[in-house]
């Protein structure tokens, strides 16, 4: 049945190289029981283990039923030993959690037999060793003795050619060595049964036929007892891979591995929740970014203007100068927007830098900007902070912003503002510069998004356009011998372009108009139009996005940092329960499971664990957003600065949700891979060794 021909074996450790064997050949034949003795050290363990395509050999072949061992591919020698060979071992090698019944079935579990088939012929090997009261106990709870039985009793399930002991007896009493002995002896009646001991009184008893090593070497071969038959190969058993048997031993890691599972779920928690946190800060201050700046009253306002060049003859320079468009045109660029106001711009009365008077005192210049409707009772009206805009729009009172606000240590609120503008009317012909001064009450104050403001005094723009357009202008009037008001001027742009204003101020009424200002800013700038939009809001926000981009950016290394964290922590989770359960592993390895098998035994453990942990993570996400979110909104005056969206994406409902589960799923695989690739290198015959 083995054919070994010329074999060695060296192992190369730190302490140099040894050959455990050296020149070692042999016939055994299909039956008998062959015993292999020699001192200890002597290379009887690798011998035999390299017979059973345990090890494999640095030098010579082995042949099985004219099979060449060394050439057999990892799968194939796991098949050859689940269906063809059987194992006993000094220390038994059960899985001591497992039910004595459980350990018998399980080379036929292996196999992919069924369960019942299995069970119903363990319960028939239980009661021909009358041992029936002890299957259902754990294997480790069991006696030495009744280990070894519940050991050849799995051995011998598979009905297997050929069965390798091990010192078999070497752990046991008396009573149960010659119990386990003759069983054996009984056994090599009509199969191969290679003993390994170094116990002569056995031998000389139990041995068909010695082969005694010293140092290495087959000092003596007592020869063939029995006549070897024609190797015959029997037919292959069919593997089914159910998988089914790994859910016991999976359950029963688990309970083993709780406490270290358990830390891995809290670490890959956290690791988990540090990936979400820097997410859902990339997409939370975009979004509160967003609504941020609505909370400026010049976002709802811009100016239309046009621009014209003029070449210069026999010059390299171009004058430009901006000009109201037609109404017509203004009409064609808002056509899609019709609730926007196009005004005509009458805020030239009115500076728009300016220092103010406030009780006498004069202070630095300020902003001073027209809005819609200072009443603020659509776009505003959650900014208010103190004071109540007038319920209708009256050009004797304004609104103020906190940073104007702050800049007094009383309240502003109620005190009158007064503003002194020159407006220079030589253009229109006139000698003197007129003068236009006026008083506001401060009706209110408005808190603004804070990064985009500087002190500013808002008014109302259609109260101003009826004052003004009631306002006539002696001066100009005199200048041109005519009477003439402020609509004349602005409206009819009397004689020539100069009284024409340079713009339209346009208002927007609602959130979605104050965002198509920009769609038409941004569309008037790509068709490279004469027409142009301004508006401040949109200015700073340019400068701001920028910004906003190299965060993002920058959360990259974070998030990289993060994930490689979690890969690592999963890594030394799975190298762990690899190095924990290297003898398990080498157990089943030796029963004929692949070791891709027992990698996924490991694999849906820790797959299990960072799973509940992501969903955990997520879970518990919206909990902590809740806590930290106030924080930042009272550090950064922004809110919701964390807000990871389990809505819908792209049109995708719970896309993110999927998305961190199947990142998790990713970063699980990749955090596993290597250890269980080094799980798979770990030689077996080392792991089962009985020291
Ligand atoms: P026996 O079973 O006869 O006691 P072994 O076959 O277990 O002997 O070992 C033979 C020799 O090989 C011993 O000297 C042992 O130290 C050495 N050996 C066995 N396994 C290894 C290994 N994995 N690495 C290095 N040396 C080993
Ligand atoms: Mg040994």
């Not at 754990?138 to 006696?143: D, E, F, Q, R, Y």
Request: aromatic share 10%; proline share 4%.
């Amino acid at each position: 049945m083995f054919i070994a021909k010329d074999i060695g074996k060296k192992y190369v450790s730190a302490a140099g190289e040894k050959w455990a064997l050296r020149h070692v050949g042999f016939v055994l034949p299909d039956r008998g029981l062959v015993a292999i003795r020699g001192e200890s050290g002597s290379g009887k363990s690798t011998l035999l283990n390299i017979l059973a395509s345990l090890e494999r050999p640095s030098e010579g072949s082995v042949f099985f039923n004219g099979i060449d061992l060394g050439r057999m591919g990892e799968r194939n020698s796991a098949d050859l030993r689940n269906e063809r060979f059987g194992f006993l071992f000094q220390h038994f090698n059960l899985l001591e959690g497992q039910t004595a019944l459980y350990n018998v079935m399980l080379p036929l579990l292996i196999r992919g037999a069924k369960s019942g088939e299995a069970k119903k012929k363990a319960n028939a090997l239980f009661s021909r060793f009358k041992m029936e009261a002890l299957a259902s106990k754990k294997a480790g709870v069991l006696s030495g003795g009744e280990k070894q039985r519940v050991a050849l009793m799995r051995s011998l399930i598979g009905e297997p050619l050929a069965l390798f002991a091990d010192e078999p007896t070497g752990a046991l009493d008396k009573k149960n060595e010659s119990l386990v002995m003759e069983a054996l002896s009984k056994i090599g009646g009509s199969r191969l049964v290679v003993l390994v001991s170094h116990n002569e009184r056995l031998i000389a008893r139990y041995g068909d036929r010695v082969l005694t090593l010293a140092d290495g070497c087959l000092k003596a071969d007592t020869g063939s007892a029995f006549l070897a038959k024609t190797p015959q190969a029997s037919p292959k058993a069919k593997r089914s891979h159910s998988g089914r048997w790994k859910k016991a031993l999976l359950k029963a890691d688990f309970g083993k591995n709780a406490g270290k599972n358990l830390l891995s779920f809290v670490s890959e928690t956290i690791g988990f929740t540090s990936v979400l946190l820097s997410l859902s800060f990339v997409y939370g201050s975009q979004n509160s970014l967003k609504k941020e700046k609505r909370k400026s009253l010049l976002y709802y306002q811009c100016s239309l203007s046009e621009k014209y060049a003029y070449a210069i003859p026999g010059s390299p320079l171009k004058l430009t100068k901006s000009e109201r468009p037609d109404r017509e045109k203004a009409n064609d660029i808002f056509a899609e927007m019709p609730s926007v106001s196009i005004e005509n711009d009458y805020s030239f009365f009115l500076p728009s830098y300016s220092s103010f008077c406030v009780d006498g005192e004069t202070h630095d210049p300020v902003s001073i900007n027209p809005v819609f409707d200072i009443t603020l009772d659509e776009l505003g009206r959650e900014m208010v902070v103190a004071g109540r805009p007038s319920p209708s729009n009256d050009f004797s009172t304004c609104v103020v912003n906190e940073e104007l606000a702050n800049l007094f240590s009383f309240s502003i609120v109620g005190r009158t503002i007064t503003l002194a503008h020159e407006v220079s009317l030589a253009a229109y012909g006139a000698n003197e510069d007129l003068t236009f001064a006026y008083s506001f009450r401060v009706a209110g104050v408005v808190k603004e998004f804070s990064f985009l403001n500087a002190p500013r005094i808002y008014y109302s723009y259609p109260a101003a356009r009826s004052f003004f357009r009631r306002f006539p202008l002696p001066e100009i009037s005199e200048a041109s011998g005519r009477e003439l008001s402020v609509d004349d001027l602005v409206d009819e742009a009397l004689g020539d372009e100069a009284y024409a204003r340079y713009s339209f101020l346009c208002f927007a009424h609602s959130d979605a108009d104050a965002d198509g200002l920009r769609r038409v800013q941004d569309r008037l700038e790509a068709d490279g139009s004469s027409c142009q939009i301004a508006n401040a809001v949109y200015e700073v926000e340019k400068g701001f996005s920028s910004l906003r981009s190299a965060i993002d950016d920058s959360m990259i290394p974070f998030l990289v940092i993060e994930g490689l964290a979690v890969i690592f922590i999963i890594g030394a989770i799975a190298y762990s329960t690899v190095i924990m359960s290297r003898k398990e592993s080498a157990i089943l390895r030796s029963l004929g499971a692949h070791s891709s098998e027992v990698a996924s035994i490991y694999d849906s453990e820790c797959l299990f664990v960072s799973l509940s942990a992501s969903v955990f993570a997520l879970a518990f996400f919206p909990v902590l957003e809740r806590i930290i979110n106030p924080f930042l909104e009272a550090k950064t005056g922004m809110e919701n600065l964390l807000s990871l969206s389990c809505g819908v994406v792209f049109g995708i409902p719970f896309l993110v949700v999927f998305a961190l589960v199947f990142l998790a799923v990713a970063l699980t695989f990749l955090g596993v891979w290597f250890p269980l690739l080094a799980a798979k290198r770990l030689p077996i015959a080392e792991s089962l060794r009985d020291e």
